[in-house]
Nanobody, 126 residues
């Protein structure tokens, strides 16, 4: 059974930082794209960031560019999201995702990801 388990969420003041981790088990994602989405109450799910298997193709949502950094450690089957300069509007449940398709696939749409974590809450106070 494939599992993506997020950790590192919590409560932080505006301007602060958090680092999210997502550990995968049940299959290796070393040749697949992984990423992060988020969803705030009453809002649609939003693309945050994605990284291909080698780390050579990285994309960010417009609202987090310049503040968030995605990375991965294939040996640990883990993807990370370093979040700096957090704002109250970053408050959301953050979901780790994995794509089970081709090594060349780097999707930006949520419906193109086959595996989802349970989510971790990030709350930024003003």
């Amino acid at each position: 059974q494939v599992q993506l388990v997020e950790s590192g969420g919590g409560l932080v003041q505006a301007g602060g930082s958090l680092r999210l981790s997502c550990a995968a088990s049940g299959r290796t994602f070393s040749h697949n794209t992984m990423g992060w989405f988020r969803q705030a109450p009453g809002k649609e799910r939003e693309f945050v960031a994605t990284i291909n298997w080698s780390g050579t193709r990285i994309y960010y949502g417009d609202s987090v560019k310049g503040r968030f950094t995605i990375s991965r450690d294939n040996a640990k089957n883990t993807v990370y999201l370093q979040m700096n300069g957090l704002k109250p509007e970053d408050t959301a449940v953050y979901y780790c995702v994995g794509n089970g398709g081709s090594i060349w696939t780097v999707p930006l749409g949520s419906d193109e990801y086959d595996f989802w974590g349970q989510g971790t809450q990030v709350t930024v106070s003003s």
